[in-house]
């Protein structure tokens, strides 16, 4: 376009950076080597926000969630750049926090090892009009009240982020398990938030440092 | 091996994003075969879509996004004493050795660019920030515009003839900008298009197109807005192409342009002969 327009150089200051390198062939490598900043920025816009409700599902609090999230960023800006196929980030991302969480929270709690039957469960029936004026607190809070071999994949199903293949490769169990735990997880958390319809006017609330969320 | 077809739907995701999937298609199928099945699908759908959406709707702290994005960057400063977790954790690591770091650093970066001029690796970069990139090239003059034309529908069906994603409906208010022309390119081999429009006297847009399914985004139609190495950018996906319009004009100037989406006329071209 100078060639037709003579427009003053406007792309910054990485053109002359790479012409002080006698570099011509690809002046966008300079952006992603000399500014992280932006890739990065795009990466933590796109995918916080699930992965704090991920971590909020399995920490319990806003903080301990916090804390996983930031702790996950903090391993990707250390790691990031190894990973070959950049359509891997968001599974990568999941996959870290869940392996912070029980590198940090199993030591603290000790959690009993659930044994279960994994055969598939009589198919429930399901009554979706009485979930119709559902909050997010009360489902994070009836998700806390799960096993965590049903609430870890549930949660990940209703993020919506990843496929059940996903889910079956961030945390580790054949793709068979990853169903009959959604089939029997789903059953647990109806009857948990079906618990919870019933008592009217209770709430189950998880606080952050910035108030009610 | 699987038979309820219930069992694997109930790993179907409600936003109908797995139904691609041969498993899940061949479930939806034996369901759709089955009345009572059939039923049982659809509440089962309606009550995911609710619990999804309510999960959906919890809201991050105020703050974290901004706590992870400082905490990423690698100030100089020395530490408080007040600082986050995530702050100690980037001190402890630089607190060794400031100098060897620095030094280590420059050393990688250097290799980092001999290697990528001796080797022809995959492109690690986002689709974006390459785009980006691209226009910044444009812009700057170090390449040029393998295409110039001043009118945007024989530009638009340049780029379809060179296989190329191009747009079938546009926004008026870009249909009515003066045109550069137009260039293809590959990220990570994947054909992506650009169209540069002339906003003003000052500033350029461009337009980059890219099919949907070589992307890892879900785009929706509504744009969404980041900043990029100093560009202002919308992306949106329209059936199966991803655009992204990118600028350094304000903001307010772009979504100026998106306001109203009209079909481009393309005139199609007759061969001469057969």
């Known amino acids: 376009m100078l060639e037709n327009e003579s427009l003053p150089l406007k792309g910054g200051n990485f053109p002359v950076i790479f012409r002080f390198c006698g570099i011509h062939r690809s002046v966008q490598a300079p952006i992603y080597n000399l500014n992280p900043d932006f890739s990065f920025q795009i990466l933590v816009d796109r995918h916080y926000p699930a992965l704090f409700r991920f971590g909020l599902s399995l920490a319990g609090t806003a903080d301990a969630a916090s804390d996983l999230v930031q702790q996950t960023f903090f391993l990707w800006a250390e790691k990031g750049h190894q990973l070959r196929d950049p359509s891997k980030a968001k599974s990568w991302l999941f996959t870290t926090l869940y392996r912070e969480y029980l590198s940090i929270y199993r030591r603290m709690t000790a959690h009993p090892q659930v044994e279960l039957d994994e055969s598939t469960a009589e198919i429930p029936v399901i009554e979706p009009a009485a979930f119709s004026n559902l909050d997010g607190a009360s489902v994070v809070a009836a998700l806390q009240k799960m096993d965590e071999v049903f609430r870890v994949p549930l949660t990940l199903f209703y993020l919506q982020d990843l496929s059940y293949k996903e889910i079956a490769d961030a945390i580790g169990i054949p793709i068979g398990t990853v169903m009959s735990r959604l089939s029997r997880g789903k059953e647990q958390l109806r009857a948990l938030l079906t618990d919870e319809h019933s008592e009217s006017g209770k709430v189950l609330q998880f606080s952050t440092k910035e108030g009610a969320v | ?274």
Not at chain 2, 144 to 162: C, G, I, N, P, Y
């Open chain 2, 1 to 274: 091996m699987i038979n309820d077809p219930r069992l694997i739907l109930s790993a179907r995701r409600p936003d109908g994003e797995d139904d691609a999937d041969p498993e899940i298609a061949a479930a939806i199928s034996a369901a759709q075969s089955d009345p009572k099945i059939a039923e049982w699908v659809e509440k089962q759908a309606a009550l995911d879509r609710s619990i999804s959406g309510a999960l959906r709707s919890v809201q991050p702290p105020a703050g974290l996004r901004d706590r992870i994005l400082t905490g990423a960057k690698v100030s100089r400063k020395q530490p408080s004493g007040n600082e986050s977790w995530f702050e100690r954790k980037v001190w402890g690591f630089f607190g060794r050795g400031e100098l060897a770091a620095v030094a280590l650093v420059m050393v990688l970066l250097v290799s980092a660019v001999i290697y990528n001029r001796l080797t022809d690796k995959p492109d690690e970069r986002p689709w974006q920030v390459f785009a980006v990139a691209k226009a910044a090239e444009l812009e700057s003059g170090v390449e040029s515009l393998e295409h110039k034309d001043a009118f945007l529908q024989t530009s638009v069906e340049w780029m379809r003839e060179q296989a190329c994603p191009a747009p079938y409906t546009l926004p008026e208010g870009l249909q009515s900008l003066g045109l550069f022309g137009c260039s293809t390119m590959k990220w990570n081999d994947k054909p992506v298009g650009i169209v540069c429009f002339k906003l003003g006297a000052a500033h350029e847009v461009h337009l980059v197109c890219i099919n949907a399914k070589d992307i890892p985004e879900m785009l929706t139609e509504r744009p969404m807005w980041t900043e990029i190495g100093g560009y202002t950018t919308a992306q949106w996906r329209e059936k199966d192409t991803a655009f992204m319009l990118m600028s350094r004009a304000p903001r307010a100037e772009l979504e100026r342009l998106l306001e109203k989406k009209t079909a481009l006329r393309i005139a199609r071209r007759i061969p001469l002969h057969g």
